[in-house]
């Protein structure tokens, strides 16, 4: 037997994940199941009239493997304000220096960046109210492009997979974003892509999801252990 | 509304043991066949945008969001056994996870949910609404009140019955910490037979999921009691650049 130390090091295990099941609105969002109890709801409106920065739709649809909507899904986002900062004390960017300027990197008081929603019970689109978020650090020093984060909740998912949301018009930015650049797989960096357009005056960023590869020609999404 | 409280963690999340989850295909549950990605996921090193997360004021929420017995009654109180329900939300390093937010939802007594989809015969309790919701105090500690959910019949067999849970949605510290799970009663003969329980990869960790009676914390005359916990992933600190060490601070 060889001698080894007692141990001090306990990982205790993560509690095991189980699927949100069908009716995951009650709890996290009970108007959409159909009743009204809480004063307060979080929901799928992240700003207001003040949020500063490009306000922006984001709305998508979530589709399976025939490419039926996953109409019961349940969607999270978390994002930077416009100036490419987090509403939370991990973040303690006060200002960054790109070509030479300091920009103020600031929290908007007005800004958490965290929204939910569930799809539509017909047909399956979710809809975010938000702004487009700024560039935030990378690890080496460098600039990831502005994207948002996402994390899918449903019926016979297992574990919430988590994906992340780019920017069609930030091409540069994109091409230099070193998570985007690290799929080795290029052709499967555009299923993070949002499609800008606009509709009676407001900009839309459309978003859709494929859990896996469809007849029709839908590209599985790409999805993070993050 | 944004508050960012200070002294939370910013250190990067220790990666994420998938063993203790179930794999996203799980033919025992049907739905998960259509609905699981085919390709392996893909793990970047974690930036600022995973490390950080949504921060919740308890004053955001309502005063009854924690009492599931009176945050929807009418015209009197719901049906069933009444029931405390409380644990301590911990990292895997045994920190406590303060700030967190704390959701679950569930059936009535009946086995009956009051939502626009489910249509099982078990009648609709007017006084019950079935959510509830709050934060842990500095200690990772949380605890609400409710009634049993009953067993309910779905359609993964022609007789299949989900044993009586309540589902568990948490938002830690950061982004990597968000989990949902569910929560089953010691005891229940219906867990072991449960395609979603089963999901699990082993007995021994689904054991994790199920709360223990806990007899000495019952409110007399009122409520029994159960005591869940619950492991959220633990982070890295940073005690020098570039060099990290899992577990700290405590």
Redesign the interface.
């Known amino acids: 037997m060889s001698l080894s130390p007692h141990s001090m090091i306990a990982r205790r295990p993560e509690t095991p994940s189980q699927t949100g099941g069908p009716y995951v609105h009650i709890g996290l969002a009970p108007q959409q199941a159909g009743f009204d109890i809480f004063d307060h709801n979080f929901g799928n409106v992240l700003t207001t009239p003040e949020t500063k920065g490009e306000h922006i739709t984001l709305e998508g649809r979530v589709f399976d493997g025939t490419g039926t909507p996953v109409r019961d899904v349940l969607i999270e986002i978390w994002q930077a304000n416009a100036a490419g900062r987090y509403a939370h004390p991990g973040d303690s960017q006060d200002g960054h220096t790109q070509g030479g300027r300091t920009q103020a990197r600031e929290i908007d008081p007005t800004f958490r960046g965290w929204g939910r929603t569930g799809g539509d019970f017909d047909t399956g689109v979710y809809t975010f109210e938000t702004i487009k978020p700024g560039p935030v650090p990378a690890n080496d020093g460098g600039t990831q492009a502005p994207h948002i984060l996402m994390v899918l909740f449903a019926r016979g998912i297992n574990l919430g997979l988590h994906t992340r949301v780019y920017f069609d018009d930030e091409a540069d930015a994109n091409a230099a974003d070193p998570v985007l650049t690290g799929i080795e797989w290029e052709t499967r960096r555009d299923t993070l892509i949002a499609t800008r357009s606009e509709r009676d005056g407001k900009v839309i960023y459309t978003f859709d999801v494929y859990l896996q590869d469809t007849p029709a020609g839908g590209h599985e999404t790409v999805f993070f252990d993050i | ?2 508050i ?7 250190g990067e ?6 063993t ?5 295909l ?1 033919p025992g ?1 049907r ?9 392996a ?15 919740f004021d308890p004053r ?3 005063e009854k ?1 924690n009492d599931l017995i009176l ?2 009654a009418k015209d009197g109180l719901p049906i069933g056994e009444r029931l405390i329900v409380h644990g301590y939300v ?1 990292d ?3 920190n406590p996870v303060k700030g967190a937010l704390v ?4 059936a009535n007594a009946g086995g009956r ?6 249509r099982y015969l078990a009648p609709i309790d007017p006084n019950f ?3 509830g ?1 709050m934060i842990t105090d500095e200690n990772g500690y949380y605890f609400f009140r409710t009634i049993k959910p009953g067993p309910y019949p779905w359609a993964n067999s022609t007789n299949a019955w989900r044993p009586a849970h309540i ?1 568990f ?1 948490i938002n830690g ?4 910490q ?5 929560m089953y009663f010691e005891g229940d003969p219906l867990i072991e037979r449960c395609p ?2 089963k ?3 082993t007995l021994d ?2 054991r ?2 199920i709360a223990q009676e806990d007899p000495a914390n019952n409110a007399p005359f009122d409520a029994r009691t159960y005591r869940f916990d ?5 982070r890295r600190a940073t005690f020098f650049d570039n060099i990290t060490l ?2 700290a601070p405590r």
């Open positions: 509304m944004i960012a409280a200070p002294g939370a963690a910013s999340f220790v990666e994420r043991d998938h203790q989850h179930p794999p996203a799980t549950y739905t998960s066949v259509l609905r699981s990605p085919r390709n996921l893909i793990a970047p090193r974690p930036t600022l945008s995973e490390t950080t997360g949504p921060v955001e929420l309502g969001d945050n929807f911990r895997e390093f045994g959701e679950a939802w569930q949910y009051r939502h626009k989809k489910d609404g079935g959510c919701r589902h949605s510290t950061g982004w990597a968000r989990l949902i799970t569910q979603i329980a999901t699990v990869p960790q689904l994790s999921l619950l492991t959220l992933r633990g899992p577990g």
